[in-house]
């Protein structure tokens, strides 16, 4: 079999993956970013390995248990107005907030929520994509704190 054979077999492969949403789903599964579903109201009923990396829950704790168990109190109010904004069809690319960890520690986020939607374009949840950005925040305080120490 040569490799053009070969090649071919594989393009077509993926693109059959892709129809059936197998690729999709390998892609979500391997990555570091925290790729989670919720209902309108609120409850998980999608979490991926990167999800299980950021917030410390496996997919058997976490699915079927609402957001807030992950969102700050102060918080609470400001997400509850983006799923709001998301309900209604929009998409938030970047938002920058904060998270809970199950071990507690509150970590600094950016957030892109995108609605869900049915084959008759209802929305029906809410897709979130979660990096962790606590280092890069801290990065950014010190570099201000020592940019304000030259300055005085």
């Known amino acids: 079999m040569s490799t053009k054979t070969t090649q071919k077999e594989d393009f077509d492969q993926l693109v059959e993956y892709e129809k059936k949403g197998i690729l999709s789903s390998q892609i979500i599964e391997s990555s570091d970013l925290a790729i989670k579903v919720k209902t309108l109201e609120g409850i ?23 957001v807030n168990i992950l969102t700050p109190l102060n918080e609470q109010n400001s997400r509850h107005e ?15 907030t904060k998270g809970i960890r199950k071990d507690g520690v509150v970590i ?3 957030i892109h929520l995108s609605p869900v939607k049915d084959e008759k374009g209802k929305v029906i949840g809410i897709a979130t994509i ?3 950005i606590t280092e890069l925040a801290a990065a950014n305080k010190e570099l201000d704190f020592q940019n304000q120490e030259k300055g005085k």
């Open 44 to 66: 998980i009923t999608s979490w991926n390995r990167g999800s299980e990396k950021i917030y410390g829950y496996k997919d058997t704790e976490i699915i079927g248990k609402h």
């Open 82 to 96: 983006l799923s709001r904004r998301i309900s209604e069809g929009h998409v938030i690319p970047r938002h920058i």
């Open 108 to 110: 600094d986020l950016s």
């Open 130 to 132: 979660d990096k962790d």
